[in-house]
């Protein structure tokens, strides 16, 4: 894939991402579970600022960004919220880092992505421990420890 098709791609991802994270975020506050939906609506902005930073780093290079959204689905159980984010990271960690030989030439396109790979690392890792932490105490425990104060 071409480096600016590639750079798209991950805007339109990002963007998709933020809003399904965005809406369950809304889901979990409307059940009471506040703490989870703080830490959802946070990846949501995270994933928001990156794809702005995309199509910013889009428009240095001279190339025009598109308004296109990728598609995510809602989900509304807890556990498979988090089955799913833990898989979308698990599967783009490979992809990000692979793309990065294609920026070699440009290291200001690089370290950013290289920027977004700790990021997702970092929600991987959460998601995968919630997801041990469910396996231990049940989903009915998380849930609990879940609820707003």
Known sequence: MEKIELLKSF????????????IHAQLLKARGLTKLA?????????????????????????????VEIEAYPVITDVKEMLEYDCKDSAEALPAMSKSLALFDDDFVTK?????????????????????????QIGIENYMIEMLGD
Not at 44 to 66: F, H, Q, Y
Not at 111 to 135: G, S
Request: proline share 2%; net charge negative.
């Open 111 to 135: 370290n950013m992505i290289q920027e977004f790979i700790v990021d997702e690392q970092e929600h991987y890792n959460w998601v995968k421990a919630h997801l041990c932490i469910i396996e």
């Open 11 to 22: 805007a339109k991802g990002w963007f998709g991402n933020s809003q399904q994270h965005s």
């Open 38 to 66: 703080d830490k959802i609506m946070a990846e949501s902005d995270e994933e928001w600022d990156e794809a702005k930073k995309v199509n910013a780093r889009l428009i240095e290079l001279g190339e025009t960004p598109v």
